[in-house]
């Protein structure tokens, strides 16, 4: 099907949209007006779903009537409450339900796979790193390279854009691999770059990296929920994730973690341990020999916060019914539809630095303003669109297939020209 610049083709396509009703599982926030706001801040935090209240109002009902006996007789027991969002949870990120556990913060979750999974020699001791990656993951890389006593300054390499560009080519990326792979030790890219929107090829990233003997990992914060990820066929060795994003799992959501299944009963692995992460069957015999679970749930250290798991299988739960597969289809045609529209009806003030391949991107658009960029966020804010901006010049906007709309996108591009 070809876009045509209209509304009434929006509409159309919205009529069609088999994923169309998902909106109504969703807040939508409103106007001073009381109208619906053009939310395309999923990026940043997804929209809230109309069933977290009951998730949350049961466990808040079983700790109101049982107290500590929750553990074991909430309708939901709470010792085992993370195994609940497993299933799904490897469903959505293409991995083993052994592979995947919701533990931790994105944060706190890649220094534990980086304690496991960095582990430099004399030789091999660099990362390799995209130059604009989150300053978060910066952060975590060169304070790791520093506690092994190495100096990022020498041990950080970043992966820049060619002069002149913004997009990482990925023959860039590989030839960088080949040439310095025998020197890298960890390789950790984002799934989607948080500022360019850029989707990098991990396949092909996984393979030259391991093809080197390198370990490679990926930050999928802007990656889960969005993307087809794939990570067991994908021979991925970890991956971290948040859930507040396109995961919906609220503000400070529990985040996510995976460890290959090649790597899980590996005893020679380096970890931190923790009673969480002790086997199930004598966790509380509460003696001090550690017999970590035989899945990634060994890398867990605490027991989990179960209102935030509440509000995160809330939305698993609408994932699972709609289906990945059929969510990024969506995603694909609504993305390309916004891009289609702002190409169309261009002023020649606006640039689109996200790649206009697919496959490189997910369903953000990085738009740079030649000028006066703030002062168009701005606007675009005040006349009831939610995006963000990002500096030094960029508005990242985000059409989220569960719950905007076609005719989100054909409003969005009449405000943004008008």
């Avoid at 990656?133 to 041990?155: L, N, R, T």
């Amino acid at each position: 099907m070809k876009y045509e610049n209209n509304k009434d083709f929006a509409q159309k396509l919205d009529s069609i949209d088999p994923l169309h009703s998902f909106r109504e599982r969703f807040y939508i926030p409103k106007t001073e007006q009381g109208n619906d706001v053009i939310y395309f801040a999923g990026n940043s935090l997804g929209l809230q779903p109309r069933t977290v209240r009951t998730y949350v109002e049961q466990e808040l009902m079983d700790w109101q009537n049982l107290g500590v006996e929750g553990h074991n007789h909430a309708k939901y027991p709470w010792l085992p409450y993370h195994e609940f969002l497993t299933e799904q949870t490897a469903e959505l990120v293409g991995a083993h339900p052994e592979e995947v556990v919701n533990m931790n913060s994105l944060s706190v979750n890649l220094h534990l796979m980086m304690v496991s999974f960095y582990r430099p020699t004399g030789q091999r001791n660099k990362i390799l790193i995209e130059a604009n990656a989150f300053p978060s993951d910066h952060y975590a890389v060169q304070s790791q390279i520093k506690y092994h006593g190495y100096d990022p300054g020498e041990c950080l390499l970043e992966m820049k854009p060619r002069e002149g560009e913004v997009i990482i080519r990925t023959d860039d990326i590989l030839d960088r691999i080949e040439k310095e792979g025998d020197q890298i030790a960890l390789i950790l890219f984002a799934g989607v770059n948080y500022y360019t929107g850029q989707a990098f090829e991990f396949e092909k990233i996984i393979e030259a990296g391991h093809k080197k003997g390198c370990i490679v990992g990926f930050d999928h914060a802007h990656g889960a929920g969005n993307l087809r990820l794939n990570l067991h066929d994908s021979d991925c060795d970890f991956a971290v994730w948040c859930s507040y994003k396109y995961l919906n799992g609220g503000p400070g959501a529990i985040a996510g973690a995976f460890v290959h299944k090649k790597h899980l009963l590996d005893m020679t692995i380096p970890k931190f341990w923790g009673w969480w992460g002790q086997d199930k069957a004598t966790r509380f015999l509460m003696d001090h020999d550690f017999r970590p679970i035989p899945t990634v749930e060994s890398w867990q250290l605490s027991n989990p916060p179960i209102l935030q798991l509440a509000a995160l299988r809330a939305s698993l739960d609408i994932f699972h019914e709609a289906g990945i597969e059929n969510l990024r289809s969506k995603s694909e045609f609504l993305t390309g539809f916004m891009e289609y529209l702002i190409n169309k009806n261009n002023n020649g003030n606006i640039e689109i630095i996200t790649p206009s391949d697919a496959v490189q991107r997910g369903c953000q658009l990085s738009i740079r303003a030649k000028s006066d960029g703030k002062k168009l966020h701005t606007m675009l804010n005040s006349s009831g669109v939610i995006c963000d901006w990002r500096e030094p010049d960029v508005i990242r906007v985000a059409p989220v297939p569960l719950y905007n709309t076609f005719t989100d996108v054909w409003n969005f591009v009449k405000i943004m020209y008008s």
